[in-house]
């Protein structure tokens, strides 16, 4: 009875990515399903159409500079928490997490008010700092996880053994805290990658990414290549996860490490 009804639920949650995957392979302009004979002339046009190369090459610089910029602001809040833990740097470690916390839209009107305000509006920077900003909180709590699973007493033992805090860092902390580093990198990637609606209120007017120039298709007209670059899309970010789940060590990600 378990297997069958969590054979339900895998089939329902993946039922909408096989509709999309069957409209995608229309051999006609059309997006109808089951679809109208065979055709992968549509994977091709990402490739071929000029508007929607720009629009994937575009998401994905924003989402590689967004989510590294989110790591670098990560990174240290967590190492300040783990070497010590204060008020300040719990308000800090909040105010990190909470932008995620809140619903996209609030987000994307503050940035919209802000850069409007800054004279930046429509600057591609604008959607990098605006998503790293807003994605910042997943690297920092793989992060944090990741601190706080190091045994303080190797730490100790290689102080003792007269390693300096460069050399603990880099012999010690960093091979440790990579997996989690990667991850959060990952996460913040595949988010900004899909994101509209921040993406959408700063540079919206000035550039495409992929779901600005799905949205505004959708205006003049259904295309297959829609649902294309939306399989996709959603192979990369398999792909992706897969791979924090072979290399990273996915149930310490989640926290769930055994303790001693």
Do not use: C
């Amino acid at each position: 009875m378990t297997r069958l009804f969590l054979a339900l639920i895998g089939l329902f949650l993946a039922a909408p990515v096989a509709i999309i995957a069957g409209v995608s392979l229309n051999a006609q302009q059309s997006l109808v399903f089951p679809p109208n004979g065979v055709s992968l002339r549509w994977y091709a046009a990402i490739a071929t159409q000029a508007d929607w190369r720009n629009a994937l090459l575009t998401s994905v610089s924003i989402a590689a500079f967004a989510a590294a910029l989110a790591v670098a602001i990560a990174l240290p809040i967590a190492y300040a928490l783990w070497r010590r833990t204060t008020v300040v740097g719990r308000v800090v470690q909040l105010l990190g997490v909470s932008p995620f916390v809140l619903p996209p839209v609030i987000t994307a009107l503050g940035a919209l008010a802000f850069w409007s305000t800054a004279g930046f509006y429509g600057s591609s920077f604008t959607v990098v700092v605006s998503h790293a900003i807003f994605f910042t909180s997943l690297p920092l709590v793989t992060l944090t996880l990741g601190f706080s699973s190091i045994d303080r007493e190797i730490v100790e033992a290689a102080r003792t053994m007269g390693a300096d805090e460069r050399a603990v860092r880099r012999t010690i902390l960093a091979p440790m805290i990579r997996p989690y580093l990667v991850s959060g990198f990952a996460f913040a990637f595949v988010l900004s990658l899909n994101e509209y609606i921040i993406a959408y209120m700063t540079v919206g007017f000035t550039m495409e990414t992929v779901p600005i120039k799905i949205f505004n298709a959708l205006r003049y007209g259904y295309t297959p290549v829609m649902a294309s670059i939306s399989v996709l899309f959603v192979a990369l970010a398999a792909l992706v996860f897969g791979l924090v789940a072979r290399f990273g060590d996915l149930p310490k990600l989640l926290g769930a490490w055994e303790r001693r």
